[in-house]
C-alpha cells in the first residue's frame, strides 16, 4: 500500500508539473520539448539523491554529484562537456550521464546528437529511467518526423510498460500518429484514453483532442 501511495504521488507531481508547462505554452511545440526534457531532469535528480540516501559508497557517491554538478553548469560552461561524456562512458550512473547530456542537446535543438546519446542506453535493466529516456526517445523522433521510429518504441512501452503510465504512452503514440496521417487511429487511441483515463491529465487532453479531431470531419 505505502509503495502505491508513494508512486501516485511521484506521477501526479510529474502531472502537475508537465500541465502547468503546457497550459503556459500551448501551442509551442518547441518550447514544450525542452521543458519536459527539464521535467526528466528533475526526476533523474530526485532518483539520484534517493540512491545517494540508500547507501551507496562513498565513491559512488561522489560520481553522481559529479554527473549531477556538470549538469547544471553546462548551461553557462559548455567546455565542460567532455568531462561529462567521460562519465557517460562506463559505470553505475552512465544511463543518467547519458540522460543528462542528452537534455543538454535537446536545448540546442540537436536533435540528431540527442538520439545518439539515448540510443546508448541499454536495454538490460528496464526501471523508471529505461522507460523515461525510451519515451524521451521517441519524441526526439517525433521532432525529428521519424514517426515510425517513434512508433515502434511506443509499440514496444505499450506490451512491455513496467511501471510507467499507460496514459502517457498511448497520448503520445496518438499525437504520432495524428501527425503522420493516420488521424482516425489517432482518434481512436484518444477516445481510449478519454474512457479509460477520463480523471487524468491526458485524459482530459484527450478529450479536447477529440472534439477538435471530429469537428474537421
Known amino acids: 500500500m505505502k509503495r502505491k501511495v508513494k508512486k501516485q504521488i511521484k506521477e501526479d507531481l510529474l502531472v502537475d508539473t508537465v500541465t502547468t508547462v503546457i497550459d503556459f505554452s500551448k501551442h509551442r511545440k518547441k518550447e514544450i520539448m525542452l521543458a519536459v526534457a527539464a521535467v526528466l531532469v528533475l526526476i533523474i535528480a530526485v532518483i539520484g539523491v534517493r540512491l545517494i540516501k540508500s547507501g551507496s559508497s ?23 562537456l567532455p568531462e561529462l561524456e567521460k562519465l557517460a562512458g562506463s559505470g553505475k550512473f552512465s544511463r543518467m550521464a547519458h540522460i543528462q547530456l542528452a537534455s543538454y542537446w535537446i536545448e540546442k ?11 546508448k542506453i541499454p536495454a538490460r ?3 523508471t529511467i529505461y522507460y523515461q529516456s525510451r519515451d524521451m ?4 523522433f517525433f521532432y525529428q518526423k521519424k514517426y515510425e521510429e517513434a512508433l515502434a ?14 496514459d502517457v504512452i498511448y497520448f503520445h503514440k496518438a ?13 481512436e487511441l484518444f477516445k481510449k484514453i478519454q474512457d479509460e483515463y477520463s480523471q487524468t491529465y491526458f485524459g482530459y487532453e484527450a478529450s479536447q483532442k477529440v472534439q477538435k479531431l471530429e469537428e474537421k470531419k
Open 58 to 80: 562513498t565513491r559512488e557517491n561522489r560520481i553522481l554529484s559529479q554527473i549531477l554538478s556538470l549538469s547544471e553548469e553546462l548551461k553557462d560552461h559548455p567546455e565542460k
Open 109 to 119: 535543438q540537436d536533435f540528431k546528437k540527442a538520439e545518439a546519446e539515448l540510443g
Open 125 to 127: 535493466k528496464r526501471d
Open 137 to 140: 526517445l521517441a519524441q526526439v
Open 153 to 166: 518504441i511506443y509499440d514496444e512501452l505499450e506490451k512491455t510498460p513496467g511501471d510507467y503510465s499507460m
Open 175 to 187: 499525437e504520432v500518429l495524428e501527425r503522420k496521417g493516420e488521424v482516425e487511429k489517432a482518434l
